[in-house]
């Protein structure tokens, strides 16, 4: 069977960075990616900025367990595959820390990464994310902070065997550099440290080895055509849909990742053999995810 017919692609097609929201598109959203080609999603969970953030374990528990009930729902309602993320995002760390003081913070952030580590375990969730570091700038107290919570989630991760899905700052090479220093003294295996919103140079140059979901805007498919041959870990597309209405620019909607995967067809075939292309985007948006998540896409 060929996945590639009058040169489009009829394969899996994988965004790796997906957020949902029941009072806003929500079903809908997943409607129109299916409809367009969609085939699976890695859900991750979304903190609720409009509204009360968690301030205990049992807030957090109550917020996992309504992100787990929306992959639910959609896996029975649209039959794709959904891998799930749960844990606590950085901006949410650093923005209480002016209410709960640095150390509550900190410590309520690190039990919402042992509450999300033993739902994984228990089979109801596939990585931990999106967990990371402020991609703003801060003051030096609360960025040492940061650095010492990431290396301390890296290395429970690595402990678990769990891949991370990673929200950082975009320095270039220089993240990338950094994040995989910080692994590697954690014992986190680069390629199960995804960092997630990645610019579309995938080169293991700039990687550094680490695995990643390129954001695919306008002009992202030349930069991955420009770069792919020399990647060395596995990479995916990503929309980081936000299904919020008041943000309708900020991220990619919904649709973004059948029509950026067409694209990248079309360019590669005119470069290599229509199995060569296969094989490759077979490895975008199954191998590769299947083996980071555990779960066949």
Known sequence: MTFIVD???QGPVVDQHIHLDT????????????????????????????????????GYRQAYSETISMA????????????????????????????????KSTELHL????????????????????????????NEQTWRHSNENLTQIMAEAASAKVPIQLHVEDAGAQTYSE?????????????????????ANVSSE??????????????????????HTNASAPWGMETDFLDDPRRPGAVLGPKTIPKRTNELCSSLLAEYSPDEVENLL????????????????
């Open 72 to 103: 639910e729902e959609v896996r029975n309602k649209f039959a794709i595959k959904v891998a799930l993320a749960l844990g606590p995002h950085p901006v949410v760390w650093e923005k209480q820390i002016s209410d709960l003081g640095i150390e």
């Open 111 to 138: 039990d919402s990464i042992d509450l999300a580590l033993d739902l994984i375990e228990q089979g109801k969730a596939h990585c931990l994310g999106e967990v990371g570091r402020p991609h703003y700038q801060v």
């Open 206 to 227: 700039f990687t550094h080895g680490l695995s990643c979901t390129v954001s695919v805007g306008r002009g992202s498919i030349q930069g991955i055509m420009s770069s």
């Open 23 to 58: 009072s806003n598109r929500y079903l809908s959203a997943i409607e129109e990616f299916v409809r367009k080609g969609g085939t699976g999603i890695v859900l991750v969970h979304k903190p609720n900025f409009s509204g009360k953030l968690p301030i205990d374990k049992d």
């Open 7 to 9: 040169g489009r692609w």
């Open 179 to 199: 994040l995989s220093q910080m692994a590697i003294k954690a014992g986190l295996p680069l390629e199960k440290a995804i960092r997630h919103y990645a610019p």
């Open 282 to 297: 077979l490895k975008i948006h199954s191998e590769w995810p299947s083996k980071l998540y555990g779960l066949e896409f």
